[in-house]
């Protein structure tokens, strides 16, 4: 094994890479949820909207709307039992060392009397998490931000640090500094647009823009998307999300990237240079493991503990935020969960070993909201910035963080910096690292004011004016549309069904509810928390309101009457109305059945499913739907909007479903997306970012949705026991058939691929053995170039199309390294007949694995073998090389 970081300098490649608060409250807070308050539009406990769960009850039974006491006075307070049960056990590094990703401090600890603030379990001082240090081009905003914070007070720091509840126009909203005319931070959702106002775009999901494999479309979106939050005055954008979609039921798995470090992680980048490009602040969430909805945490309740062993992390769950601090990310969202035992926002190894030392992130840390569950050791170990400020949903409001005695920080943390427990160097810090980044992007000169409120879309409330209705939306539904398109994955398509011959089409029905509108209004359901009409998106908190939703009905009727007037359409949105299916269908000529499945966050509950899916199979009868239409019409195109995977053994090999097209969760312009995909004005060329499995069974993990210890201090376990076997690694590894791999699409049109070519620009003799310089991302010679790979694809068929070539790299045997691993990809377009060079390079990191004994990236020694194809299964060209 070469000791990493290491290329000589010739590898060492370039990488380019106030507002407003009033103090107005509304009937209905957009954290309703919190309130247990029901969605508008929501019917109770019917199958169809979502019900908001209650918040859970305080931490340890503490009264949140009694006063807390005054802070503990010295770090040595009262200390409850640290609350570590389960297995308690670390897993080991996968490499058989000790290494642990352990963690170093405690769990929150409250009283009856009040919170205290706690410190590690041996009442150890703790020392401060590393302060900022301007690597990476963050020198002159540290200097100007070290300039702001020497003029604030205790008090003012305070309010910079803690905020102020759901008071405020955004979802989350710090404190202002009155006195230098500093208007404080606007953080609002969402990784698909701005959320909780009106003209703005609602983006295709995450997931649908990872599934074009297209870096530049995901640039586009992003920049896009941080036009919009500029102009509504929003200083951190709340997104992207890129947690893993280890668990295929896992409630926000749409939110992200998909199940693939690689894919994610240039997902990540690429969103989060296109939304800072705009001067808005990104930030990548949740830090880390958040990976499924049961048991998650936050707000007082306990949270499930995610153990992983250290390579599994490095190499796996932390990739895309390390990708994220390498793009130059302003802020990190610590997560509600505990990872290895320990609460994610007072995880020392989490936020000063590996994001602040070892990633070199500068910037702040932003908690989610709700998740600080401490004073000491949540600031001490690296936590920044607590939102939304207080301890849990359901307390009163403080608009004034110094003063905010219902908040595990405010009152207690000014108080605690003044009697040196916490120490001034470190309290500086947090406020350095916010005031940094707001430098950093260039929010000192011409940002908007907030000119919206997340609680209304009203123009104004008790006389005051609260929304400016600022229209956002520039041309942006063009992109909305080629994305849409993009990411819908042609799964089948037997006897030339696709694109459609319209000349053949003289009775079209269309079925299923997923194919019109939803009754009650696109945004009739809080947080898109119901299953009405087509699905667009998900719900929770990463949504938007739509500004209007084009359903597949509407564009494929305008449509297809522009061109033929007397085509008879007939449509059946009823998912259950067996008698019209069966006799619209018979009728039909071609049929296209929509069906979908539904996910979100955890605060709302759709159907008996509390975020996380109860099952894998399609919502409203969806298979029964299926099997009916093909019963009855020899040519049915099956149309899903799922949020992941979901199993379509029932029906995909019917010799009547002719054609099956994957379309995701794709936005506003759904319709005209998937209208240009049956017509042929779009080749599809999305493919899998997740493996679309034959049981359910078959996957590495899955959620944990029940524990049996009943005591109210269990904390929920959850083991990475798959280990680097996420998704596709696993089927490969246990050698188990997937119906469609990670990876998988189809076109309309064919290719071939040839010439490849593996071109080293490193040699062992140059792997050095110091470990380089630090920069945002880690040590800086892991981004170099070490292997270039080219090859050619030719367009063999009958249309123009993209191709989305992939690369897998294997690793040599002693590198214990799951058969393949993404590490590269490029997507083009090839028009038919012609060819199309392919160039991917691979970077030091991509060839290297964490080793946990010496806690650095080596490349292992051994051969490796480079895989082309145009999925993880179909690999077209091979080659060896070694280092
Ligand atoms: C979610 C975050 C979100 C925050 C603010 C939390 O419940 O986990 O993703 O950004 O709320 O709405």
């Keep these: 094994m070469k000791s990493l970081a290491l290329l000589l300098p010739c590898l060492l490649a370039t990488f380019t890479l106030a507002h407003q608060q009033h103090n107005v409250r509304r009937p209905f807070s957009h ?84 919170i205290v603030p706690v410190t590690s379990p041996t009442g150890a001082t703790l020392p401060n998490s590393k302060p900022i240090s301007g690597d990476g081009g963050w020198t002159a905003a540290v200097a100007k931000a070290k300039a702001f914070v020497s003029k604030l007070t205790i008090d003012e720091k305070v309010n910079l640090t803690t905020g102020v509840d759901t008071i405020g126009r955004c979802v989350g909203n710090t404190g202002r500094v009155t006195r230098l005319n500093f208007d404080g931070f606007c953080f609002e959702d969402s990784p698909v647009g701005v959320r909780d106002t009106d003209y703005a775009s609602v983006f295709p999901s995450a997931v649908n823009v990872a599934t074009t494999w297209d870096k530049n479309l995901m640039l586009k979106r992003g920049t896009a998307m941080g036009a919009e939050f500029r102009g509504k005055g929003v200083n951190v954008a709340l997104g992207p999300m890129m947690n893993l979609a280890r668990d295929v039921a896992a409630g926000r798995n749409w939110e992200g990237g998909g199940a693939d470090p690689f894919l994610s992680g240039v997902h990540a980048s690429q969103n989060i240079q296109g939304i800072q490009s705009q001067g808005v602040i990104a930030c990548a969430k949740h830090y880390a493991l958040n990976e499924q909805e049961h048991f998650r945490g936050g707000s007082g309740s306990e949270a499930y503990s995610s153990n992983i062993d250290d390579r599994t992390f490095h190499e796996d769950q932390l990739w895309p935020f390390a990708e994220s601090v390498k793009a130059g990310v302003g802020s990190v969202m610590c997560a509600y969960n505990r990872v290895n035992q320990t609460s994610a926002c007072e995880n020392r190894r989490l936020l000063n070993d590996i994001l602040k030392e070892e990633l070199d992130f500068q910037g702040f840390v932003l908690s989610d909201w709700a998740a600080v569950v401490s004073l000491y050791p949540s600031v001490m170990n690296g936590a920044d910035v607590n939102m939304p400020g207080f301890v849990a949903y359901g307390d009163p409001d403080e608009g004034n963080p110094a003063a905010a005695n219902n908040s595990y920080w405010g009152l207690q943390l000014g108080n605690a910096v003044k009697n040196g427990t916490i120490p001034e160097s470190r309290f500086d810090d ?89 009754p009650d209004g696109p945004n009739s359901c809080s947080d898109r928390g119901c299953d009405q009409g087509t699905l667009a998106l998900g719900w929770g908190s990463g949504t938007a309101n739509f500004p209007y939703l084009v359903t597949p009905y509407e564009a494929i009727q305008t449509y297809v009457h522009s061109k033929q007037p007397d085509t008879i359409i007939q449509s059946v949105f009823d998912d259950f109305d067996y008698a019209a299916v069966n006799q619209t269908a018979s009728q039909a000529d071609t049929c296209m059945v929509f069906a979908n499945a539904d996910s979100g966050e955890g605060y709302i509950t759709v159907d008996t499913n509390a975020g996380d899916r109860n099952n894998l199979t399609l919502w409203h009868g969806g298979d029964d739907l299926i099997l009916i239409t093909a019963s009855q019409c020899a040519n049915t195109i099956v149309v899903l909007h799922t949020v992941g995977a979901v199993l379509v053994e029932p029906w995909y090999d019917h010799p009547n479903v002719t054609a099956i097209l994957y379309a995701g969760l794709p936005g506003q312009e759904s319709g005209n997306a998937l209208l240009d995909v049956l017509i042929g004005t779009v080749n599809p060329s999305g493919r899998l970012p997740y493996t679309i499995a034959k049981n359910r069974s078959d996957y590495p993990s899955d959620i944990l949705y029940t524990v049996s210890n009943t005591s109210s201090d269990y904390i929920p376990q959850i083991d990475y026991t798959e280990k680097l076997n996420i998704d596709y690694r696993h089927f490969d590894s246990a050698n188990i058939e997937p119906r469609y791999e990670f990876g998988f699409g189809m ?137």
């Design 430 to 518: 947090m406020v350095t690292r916010l005031m940094a980044a707001y430098y950093q992007f260039g929010q000192d000169k011409g940002f908007p004011a907030v000119n919206f409120d997340y609680t209304t879309e009203e123009t104004s409330v008790n006389g005051t004016i609260v929304n400016e209705h600022v229209n956002v939306q520039g041309d942006h539904y063009k992109l909305i549309r080629e994305i849409g398109g993009a990411s819908t994955i042609l799964l089948k398509n037997t006897k030339q069904t696709l694109p459609i011959n319209l000349s053949k089409v003289k009775n079209l029905a269309i079925l299923g509810s997923d194919a019109g509108p939803n």
């Design 747 to 883: 076109s309309y049109t064919n290719f071939s691929y040839s010439g490849l070519s593996v071109k080293m620009l490193a040699t062992a003799s140059s792997l050095a053995s110091d470990q380089g310089s630090t920069q945002p991302g880690g040590i800086t010679s892991l981004y170099a170039d070490a292997v270039t790979v080219s090859f050619t694809v030719k367009n063999t068929g009958a249309y123009d199309g993209n191709e989305v070539a992939q690369l897998y790299l294997g690793f040599p045997a002693s590198a214990h390294e799951p058969p393949r691993v993404l590490r590269g990809f490029e997507r083009q377009l090839i028009k038919k007949g012609q060819s199309a060079k392919f160039s991917i390079s691979l970077r030091v990191k991509d060839i290297s694995i964490w080793d946990t004994p010496s806690q650095a990236w080596v490349i292992p020694d051994g051969k490796f073998t480079i895989y082309i194809g145009s999925s993880s299964r179909q690999l077209h060209l091979t080659k060896t090389f070694s280092l």
């Design 31 to 114: 954290h309703a949820r919190a309130l247990g308050i029901k969605p508008t539009g929501a019917a109770n406990g019917t199958t169809a909207a979502g019900t908001v769960a209650h918040p859970a009850a305080q931490p340890n039974g503490t009264n949140s709307t009694t006063p807390l006491d005054s802070p503990a006075s010295s770090k040595n307070g009262t200390l409850s039992t640290p609350k570590v049960s389960g297995n308690g056990t670390s897993l080991r590094g996968s490499s058989g060392s000790n290494t642990t990703l352990n963690t170093t401090t405690t769990t929150t600890s409250s009283t009856a009397a009040g």
